[in-house]
């Protein structure tokens, strides 16, 4: 059974920086595809930060880019989301998703099938 736990979230100034982890249990291979997605309430989930685990670049929502990287981190299947430069507008639940086969859109949470809980990040002075 495939299971995604992140942490990491908190509360944070703006200006200030915030590290997510995802850890992923359970998938088959260690090649699939992870995203890092943000949902507000009363929106749908979108799209932040998608990586393929295998190797390249990570593909970035406009609203984020230059400011949050996505990365493998030192374990296996650990995958990190930092933030910096945080904004108001980046309060949101995070979830980290996973799939087997990477999508056209890294972006699209309707392709990924697995995810976790999510942890909350707040940015406010």
């Known amino acids: 059974q495939v299971h995604l736990v992140e942490s990491g979230g908190g509360s944070a100034r703006p200006g200030g920086s915030l590290t997510l982890t995802c850890k992923v249990v359970g998938l088959a291979s260690n090649d699939y595809c992870l995203g890092w997605f943000r949902q507000f309430p009363g929106k749908e989930r979108e799209g932040v930060a998608g990586?393929?685990?295998?190797?390249?670049?990570?593909y970035y929502a406009e609203s984020v880019k230059g400011r949050f990287v996505i990365s493998r981190a030192d374990g296996a299947n650990s995958f990190i989301l930092q933030m910096r430069s945080l904004k108001p507008d980046d309060s949101a639940l995070y979830y980290c998703m996973a799939v087997e086969e990477c999508p056209f859109n890294y972006l699209s949470y309707d392709e990924y099938r697995h995810w976790g809980a999510g942890t909350q990040v707040t940015v406010s002075s």
């Open positions: 990586i393929f685990t295998g190797g390249g670049s990570g």
